[in-house]
């Protein structure tokens, strides 16, 4: 399977806990991105790398989230101090460098469900 | 401030006939791309088609096509000859500019039932 890999695919947490996600994108791919996707509305945007840099961070992204990309492949979305309003669908996505038609690749996503 | 909205919450068609999702969006700028993605139940988005602002015809993909009408700022996606796998989550979703990088608003979707 050559597309965008995520784990674990669930995650059960309790308030407080940290958790952390993993993200392998597809390999050609240089430019990485995690969105977030609660119940009944579309994703939204959390942070994008390309390369191991991470270029931009939204506002969504609060100081008990970190991500990184250390050697410019894999990513991983750190939640600490885990909060119920962390539920959601954690969606990892890459893409190619150029080109205006270049689509997002998404991952199958993570499921955190924090009771 | 940039905004996709999608009116309808859910759609149902019968297999065989054509359906079309709306989605209408609100931008300044003059380059954008548009996007339509399918959600399955299991969770990935996968990448139907795509439109940039800049582009003169409406784009097609197979059984995809996007009908775009840039001054009324929409970007409707037709399916034709539904079949039961399209039964999904589609969500409409834009890009600034349209050949920066994957930063995408995303609209609330559409749920599609495709009845036999």
């Known amino acids: 399977d050559t597309g965008v890999s995520q784990n674990p695919r669930h995650k059960i947490t309790k308030r407080g806990q940290n958790v952390t996600f993993r993200c392998d994108p597809i390999s050609e791919h240089n430019r990485l991105y995690w969105y977030r996707q609660t119940l009944g509305q579309g994703p939204e945007f959390l942070t994008y790398?390309?390369?191991?840099?991470?270029?931009?961070k939204s506002r969504l992204l609060s100081d008990r989230f970190s991500a990184e990309r250390p050697k410019g492949s894999f990513s991983t979305l750190e939640i600490q101090r885990t909060e119920q309003g962390d539920s959601a669908m954690y969606l990892c996505?890459?893409?190619?460098?150029?080109?205006?038609?270049?689509?997002?690749?998404f991952g199958q996503g993570t499921r955190l469900t924090v009771v | 401030a940039q905004k996709i909205t999608q009116t309808q919450p859910g759609m149902f068609v019968q297999e065989k006939e054509a359906v079309t999702l709306d989605c209408t969006y609100d931008?300044?700028?003059?380059?954008?791309?548009l996007f339509w993605y399918k959600q399955p139940s299991s969770g990935e988005m996968i990448f139907l088609i795509y439109q940039g602002s800049y582009d003169q015809q409406n784009a097609t993909e197979g059984r995809y096509s996007l009908n775009f009408q840039k001054a009324r700022k929409s970007a409707n996606l037709v399916i034709s000859a539904s079949q039961l796998g399209d039964s999904a989550m589609y969500f409409c979703a834009m890009r600034r500019p349209s050949g920066g990088y994957n930063k995408l608003i995303f609209g609330a979707g559409t749920r599609l039932a495709v009845h036999p």
């Open positions: 790398f390309q390369n191991e840099a991470q270029l931009e």
């Open positions: 996505a890459s893409s190619l460098p150029t080109g205006t038609d270049t689509e997002a690749f």
């Open positions: 931008t300044s700028d003059p380059s954008y791309g």
